[in-house]
């Protein structure tokens, strides 16, 4: 299973970035795809994930401020993050599960000036 996570760069406070993550490979149909980042000197940490079935849980950044989706038929996860702030500054990493495995894709940057 190989993830390809795009849509990131830099943006002002305040506005809005989406990004997307590609899954292809043997990826068994009952699975958890979710978007993970990580700052410079901090752990990573669970923004959103998002079941095929469509259940989602959300981390505490994205509460009230990103939207994960998906489209199954794609095999393509969505983040759609709006009212960045710098705080969200970090890489964006996505992230599949399933059959007992995880896989991570390269991550993406997101850059949020003030």
């Known amino acids: 299973v190989q993830l390809q996570a795009s849509g990131g760069g830099l943006v002002q406070a305040g506005g809005s970035l989406r990004l997307s993550c590609a899954a292809s490979g043997s990826i068994f149909s009952s699975n958890v795809m979710g978007w993970y980042r990580q700052a410079p000197g901090n752990q990573r940490e669970l923004v959103a994930a998002i079941t095929s079935g469509g259940i989602i849980d959300y981390g505490d950044p994205a509460k009230g401020q990103f939207t994960i989706s998906r489209d199954n038929a794609k095999n393509t996860m969505y983040l759609q993050m709006n009212s960045l702030k710098p705080e969200d500054t970090a890489v964006y990493y996505c992230?599949?599960?399933?059959?007992?495995?995880?896989?991570w894709g390269q991550g993406t940057q997101v850059t949020v000036s003030s």
């Open positions: 992230n599949l599960q399933s059959l007992g495995l995880e896989y």
